[in-house]
């Protein structure tokens, strides 16, 4: 019980400190802001009912748009008349949108070993913190990705119902952004890797052979999804790349410095769950223990690094991100910068493996829902004092889990 109000009091306190960022980015930036000079003409122009006019400068599909419009007209419905899609009415819809993720993972987290912290640590990831105040894609592009991934793991409609309705909701997460098909191949895997019974699993090479055989065993679940990738492989074609709009912009590139980026960038954003001295001592004994093999991997990730560095022309022009002077003043600040990081980008890979393989923020499969349920009704006969001192046993990511998930990132970030 303490644990549910202490949950609960932090959510609201999460609301309350967004709310009032929101209502100082209203107060402050009263005309659209970077990219929502973009979003917001766009968004007026459905709000006229004109949904033929295309400005070519959007590169997303026109989910966040239909949302808008559907916005103003609840608005207009609820106030009893016409409701102007001015940038104030606009933004609101990503601030209410914040408060639908905190209660998806609320709900996600119900009936897991997560400490009270985690809900407002995943709300707030800096990466969509800003966007909850600006009319942009980021924020209900998130909130569909996570309803989807949230029914196919609670599944709250049964099995197969759950599979399809959460396929659909992936589906609409693509409206928003392209790269959420990717992220529906990773719910899809965890589907699948749910139906895997943990006493078959013996080693990597079993977990594949078993995954193999419950997508077969399991394909009423699969194919609304496998109807998802056929949808985005027709889109694709049709519309003669991924990106709708400014496609000299925005080309396919080999950009594997990412995934450096991103792993320093988790590496500093979960410094409270590992900076330890025996976190680093174990880090240490790593490196001791494998010496020859650490500097291969060293000189690994600066080949990386030299062959596979993409500098947007926009990094370099737009001096209104972070990113910008990042590159500028820590990547980028000596001709051999970069190369220099290639011991830091080891070690923030080696965290952020570490902190997936021993995450306890998992979910049991149906067989392990059986065997909690019959514990629990086992328990139901005894006090609790009879289990006083029972410890928590926290499931931990599978191999088909991590795997799916570092294979999707980097098809995410990478391209």
């Not at 980021?138 to 309705?165: E, H, L």
Request: aromatic residues 16%; hydrophobic residues 45%.
């Amino acid at each position: 019980m303490a644990g549910s109000n202490s949950i609960s009091l932090l959510s609201h306190l999460t609301v309350i400190v967004i709310r009032s960022c929101y209502q100082k980015v209203t107060n402050v930036v009263r005309k659209p802001f970077v990219d929502e000079i973009f979003h917001i003409s766009q968004a007026r122009q459905y709000c006229r009912g004109r949904f033929d006019v295309w400005d070519n400068k959007i590169t997303t599909p026109p989910g966040l748009y239909w949302l808008g419009y559907v916005w103003v007209k609840i608005l207009a419905v609820v106030n009893g008349g016409e409701f102007k899609c001015d940038t104030n009415t606009l933004r609101d819809i990503n601030f209410v949108g914040f408060v639908v993720l905190q209660l998806l993972i609320l709900y996600l987290q119900k009936g897991t070993t997560s400490n009270s912290y985690s809900t407002s640590s995943i709300s707030l990831n800096p990466l969509i913190t800003l966007y909850y105040s600006l009319f942009y894609t980021d924020v209900w592009s998130t909130v569909f990705i996570v309803a989807s991934y949230v029914v196919i793991v609670k599944q709250p409609f049964g099995k197969y119902r759950s599979a399809m309705i959460s396929a659909f909701i992936g589906l609409a997460s693509v409206t928003f952004r392209q790269t959420n098909i990717i992220w529906n191949a990773l719910i899809l895997a965890t589907f699948i890797d749910q139906q895997i019974d943990p006493k078959d699993r013996t080693n990597s090479f079993s977990d594949i052979k078993l995954f193999i055989a419950e997508t077969w065993r399991n394909i009423l679940g699969v194919f609304p999804f496998v109807i998802n990738f056929g949808l985005f492989l027709a889109f694709v074609y049709t519309n003669g790349g991924i990106t709708l709009g400014d496609k000299q912009n925005h080309v396919f590139s080999v950009h594997i410095a990412q995934i450096f980026y991103f792993t320093s960038f988790v590496a500093m954003l979960s410094i409270p769950l590992w900076i330890s001295p025996f976190f680093l001592l174990g880090y240490l004994k790593l490196l001791r223990q494998n010496i020859i093999s650490t500097i291969i991997s060293w000189a690994v990730i600066a080949l990386l690094v030299h062959y596979f560095t993409v500098v947007h022309p926009f990094l370099l022009a737009d001096n209104r991100h972070y990113t910008f002077y990042i590159w500028r003043r820590i990547i980028n600040l000596t001709a051999y910068s970069r190369y220099m990081l290639a011991p830091a980008y080891h070690f923030s890979i080696y965290v952020t493996f570490k902190l997936i393989a021993d995450n306890i923020l998992s979910f049991p499969n149906e067989q392990e829902i059986q065997q909690q349920e019959t514990e629990y009704e086992q328990k139901e006969r005894f006090t609790e004092d009879d289990f006083a001192d029972e410890g928590e046993n926290p499931i931990k990511p599978t191999f088909i889990t991590i795997a799916a998930l570092s294979i999707c990132t980097a098809l995410t970030l990478v391209p």
